[in-house]
């Protein structure tokens, strides 16, 4: 320290700060050998607290304010430096202010996924991320549990703490909270409210910080379940494999239309009348069918004109085709065979009908394997 910053100690201080950070908790005023006169000013701005050290112990705490330091209002320091009688000389001790504003920047998120319990999907790892609010509430506590004797106590000396104290209060919480995987984004405030409290109850006595705010943004989930469930949204869009095959057979003109030229258009009119089979097919009476019951003629449909029963010795089958998981149809021969021209029912898919004695892939029963369609060999290596 030089000359003139000796020589300044030696009047009447002015102890105050004005913070200029907006990550600084804790500030130890910087003062020559410590020494502070009888008499200095001491200014405490709003959202902060002064506390003073003396011998590694904390004496007097001061609230926002402005004091002259005198021994009558620094009880705790008086005693501890034995002072029975007014005391007009310099006296050591350490200022540190404390910031007790909200930091509201401060961040937290999984870095591995959390193991939870789903009453619908069973095992389940879960991702969050959010931010939240910290405040100082006992500035006393706060020096003597973290900041110690830090000149200048950031935030980002207790993040990672705070950080590990949540991801470990997190899994518990979701575990424990009984609410469905699918359910947690709109629970979500509810759940941080949650946290928030039982962080603040565990460090408010500890570290003398509480929590005022807790914010998750977001729960993620495996990609692989995400795509999952969207398979499982996407069947319970797509309903009927009717509606399906017809959408794909529109998709399928729209893309010939926009191609013209070339084989585009050969598709695009097989495709065309392939749609056109299966949706007057849809809009065809269709008649139940059991062996005992032989086919009848339809009723006679408006305008007089009757639908032929099906040919002499043509067996007219049912047929049945898993989708996700699920039984669809019953579809006769006409439609069914449609659908497997179109694409909607393709090999690999169980399929079934009277007479059967197991579901069996599409192309292994050989009475369907003209209307499959054949994959070209690989082309030959190049010369």
């Known amino acids: 320290m030089s000359f003139m910053d000796r020589l300044r100690g030696e009047f009447i201080d002015i102890i105050e700060w004005t913070d200029d950070s907006r990550d600084t908790i804790v500030w130890r005023y910087p003062r020559y050998e410590n020494e502070i006169k009888m008499g200095a000013k001491l200014i405490v701005r709003e959202s902060q607290v002064a506390v003073f050290v003396n011998m590694g112990r904390i004496a007097d705490v001061f609230v926002p304010g402005m004091y002259e330091l005198q021994t009558g209002?620094?009880?705790?320091?008086?005693?501890?430096?034995?002072?029975?009688?007014?005391?007009?000389?310099?006296?050591?001790?350490?200022?540190?202010?404390?910031?007790?504003?909200?930091?509201?920047?401060?961040?937290?998120?999984?870095?591995?996924?959390?193991?939870?319990?789903?009453?619908?999907?069973?095992?389940?790892?879960?991702?969050?991320?959010?931010g939240y609010a910290a405040r100082v509430t006992d500035p006393a506590r706060l020096l003597t549990e973290l900041a110690g004797t830090d000149p200048q106590f950031r935030t980002e000396e207790v993040e990672d703490y705070l950080r590990q104290l949540i991801v470990g209060?997190?899994?518990?919480?979701?575990?424990?909270?009984?609410?469905?995987?699918?359910?947690?984004?709109?629970?979500?405030?509810?759940?941080?409210?949650?946290?928030?409290?039982?962080?603040?109850?565990?460090?408010a006595a500890s570290h003398g910080i509480s929590i005022p705010k807790f914010v998750i943004e977001n729960i993620s989930l495996p990609p692989e379940v995400e795509q999952a469930i969207d398979a499982r949204s996407r069947m319970g869009i797509i309903g009927n494999i009717d509606n399906y095959a017809r959408m794909?057979?529109?998709?399928?003109?729209?893309?010939?239309?926009?191609?013209?030229?070339?084989?585009?258009?050969?598709?695009?009119?097989?495709?065309?009348?392939?749609?056109?089979?299966?949706?007057?097919?849809?809009?065809?009476?269709?008649?139940?069918?059991?062996?005992?019951?032989?086919?009848?003629?339809?009723?006679?449909?408006?305008?007089?004109?009757?639908?032929?029963?099906?040919?002499?010795?043509?067996?007219?089958?049912?047929?049945?085709?898993?989708v996700g998981g699920q039984q669809q149809g019953p579809y006769d021969q006409a439609t069914f065979t449609g659908h497997i021209g179109s694409g909607a029912v393709r090999?690999?898919?169980?399929?079934?009908?009277?007479?059967?004695?197991?579901?069996?892939?599409?192309?292994?029963?050989?009475?369907?394997?003209?209307?499959?369609?054949?994959?070209?060999p690989p082309l030959p290596p190049q010369a």
């Open 73 to 130: 209002n620094l009880p705790v320091l008086s005693t501890l430096q034995g002072w029975k009688y007014g005391f007009h000389a310099p006296f050591k001790a350490e200022v540190y202010f404390v910031t007790t504003r909200q930091f509201t920047d401060m961040k937290w998120g999984t870095q591995n996924p959390v193991t939870v319990r789903d009453p619908e999907f069973g095992m389940v790892r879960l991702r969050a991320f959010g």
């Open 169 to 203: 209060r997190l899994g518990t919480l979701l575990g424990s909270s009984g609410i469905p995987m699918l359910d947690l984004a709109t629970r979500q405030g509810e759940l941080g409210d949650r946290l928030g409290q039982a962080l603040t109850e565990e460090l």
């Open 248 to 322: 794909q057979a529109a998709d399928a003109i729209r893309d010939a239309a926009n191609n013209p030229g070339g084989a585009g258009e050969g598709v695009g009119l097989g495709l065309g009348m392939a749609a056109g089979r299966q949706m007057a097919q849809a809009f065809m009476p269709q008649q139940a069918f059991t062996p005992q019951q032989p086919y009848a003629p339809a009723a006679p449909a408006p305008g007089g004109a009757a639908v032929p029963p099906p040919l002499p010795g043509q067996h007219q089958y049912q047929w049945y085709v898993a």
């Open 347 to 376: 090999p690999g898919m169980l399929v079934w009908r009277e007479g059967m004695a197991a579901w069996q892939p599409l192309e292994q029963i050989s009475e369907l394997a003209q209307y499959v369609r054949a994959t070209p």
